[in-house]
């Protein structure tokens, strides 16, 4: 198996999620999705997408608000 490089993920202020790096990406029936020639993806994080799971543009439309960083994430 050859070295590739992380994915990295960037929580895009009141809109997606972008992924970057080598993606594979499953269904909930064990298919992989075909992302052929596509090094970055951004992901719904408002659920109004007609694209779901890919961002459309939706959360502009309906004006969704999310905070960039989810904060404490160990409850300490």
């Known amino acids: 198996m ?3 490089a992380p994915v990295t993920i960037t929580v895009r202020p009141n809109g997606p ?3 970057e790096g ?3 990406l499953i269904d909930a029936d064990g ?3 075909d992302l ?3 090094p ?3 992901l719904c994080r408002c659920g ?3 694209k779901r799971p890919f961002c459309d543009g939706a959360h502009n439309r309906i004006g969704f608000q999310c905070m ?3 904060g404490n994430l160990t409850g300490k």
Request: aromatic residues 4%.
């Open 36 to 38: 052929t020639g596509k």
């Open 17 to 19: 999620l972008r992924v």
């Open 31 to 33: 298919a992989e999705w």
């Open 2 to 4: 050859s070295e590739q």
């Open 22 to 24: 080598h993606i594979r």
């Open 40 to 42: 970055a993806v951004s």
């Open 48 to 50: 109004a997408s007609e």
């Open 68 to 70: 960039t960083s989810p």
